[in-house]
């Protein structure tokens, strides 16, 4: 794992980080993406939701040979462009199960803290984020 990068560092790619999109709504892929989720929802001020997926305990270990809806989808998304949020992408099969389950929305645009997205901040080596003791 590489270094720890400040709050600061990380706040400021979230203030510089800029969307072609209007979206209707951010859905956090619950538990990761929840705090990115909240940081931009301070910015972009659109109604967010939660999607309760699990494939990791918290040292990263599988839980899972795939991912798992943990509890239902229990908000409207027919017709919405959507922000889908994580904090970390490494496989992709965590977004790629959310994307699949989202299909009645109009449009998905993904977004990481760190790794491959269609907006991310980082797209390096793991790193601890600095909201996680």
Do not use: H
Not at 34 to 42: D, E, F, R, T, W
Not at 93 to 105: H, Q
Request: a negative charge; aromatic letters at 10%.
């Amino acid at each position: 794992m590489s270094e720890l990068k400040t709050f600061e560092t990380v706040m400021q790619r979230f203030r510089e980080i800029t969307f072609q999109e209007q979206f209707d709504m951010i859905v956090a892929i619950a538990n990761g993406g929840i705090i990115p989720a909240a940081i931009l929802n301070q910015r972009l001020n659109l109604r967010m939701e939660l999607l309760r997926i699990n494939l990791r305990d918290p040292s990263q270990k599988p839980l899972f040979e795939r991912p798992q809806l943990v509890s239902p989808i229990d908000f409207d998304i027919k017709g919405k462009t959507i922000l889908l949020v994580e904090d970390r992408i490494k496989t992709g099969a965590t977004v790629n199960f959310a994307i699949d389950l989202l299909y009645d929305a109009r449009e998905i645009k993904t977004f990481a803290v760190n790794g491959k997205a269609d907006y991310a901040l980082y797209d390096e080596e793991c790193f601890k984020f600095p909201w996680i003791q």
